[in-house]
């Protein structure tokens, strides 16, 4: 029998890739309203979390020096080269829950890898069937707690001027227009502040 299923407390964060982070800084905290938590850096990505919900946010990768083809697509229409999407974390309370969870899967004969601490969080990564990468995480700091010069939660040390702003004068200066499409484009432009 299977040990015990575990107590799911949402998403902890889906993760998009941007070719941007500054105008997706802009465009998500000031335009949506979705307040930056937390940034992540390392020698491949640097990763910012917009707060949707309690403890519920959505990531933005940007890889360093890969040149991404970029397009827009309608919602529900299949693209092969459809690169926006990079994982979806859900969130459990705490780093015994995504341990168990971890045994479970190994139970059950996933992969599965070990704990990584991100510092912010950790997390244990595996995949669905059809290949969707997935992750569980819980935070190891507190959302509410801090500031937005907080190198505890904010780690990239080369942030994006949009972030800048947001430190220096509490607000973001500019923000950048999106438009709708009706078929498959490449290289869409966004109108940049």
Do not use: N
């Amino acid at each position: 029998m299977a040990s015990k299923s575990p107590l799911w407390e949402g998403v902890h964060h889906v993760a998009l890739v941007t070719s941007d982070m500054d105008a997706t800084m802009r465009f998500w905290h000031e335009v949506l309203g979705a307040e930056i938590v937390a940034t992540i850096s390392t020698d491949v990505f640097r990763a910012y979390y917009f707060r949707v919900g309690e403890t519920q946010t959505v990531a933005f990768m940007e890889y360093h020096d890969v040149d991404h083809e970029r397009y827009a697509k309608p919602v529900e229409v299949a693209y092969p080269l459809a690169s926006q999407f990079d994982h979806l974390s859900l969130h459990l309370g705490s780093e015994v829950e995504v341990k168990a969870l971890r045994s479970r899967l190994l139970e059950y004969g996933c992969e599965v890898s070990e704990v990584v601490d991100r510092g912010i969080y950790g997390s244990i990564y595996f995949t669905d069937p059809t290949g969707i990468a997935l992750a569980a995480s819980w935070w190891t700091i507190d959302l509410d707690a801090g500031s937005f010069d907080d190198v505890d939660r904010f780690q990239d040390p080369d942030p994006v001027p949009a972030l800048v702003e947001l430190q220096m004068s509490g607000k973001i200066d500019a923000t950048p227009r999106t438009a709708l499409v009706d078929d498959i484009v490449r290289e869409p432009s966004a109108s940049r502040p």
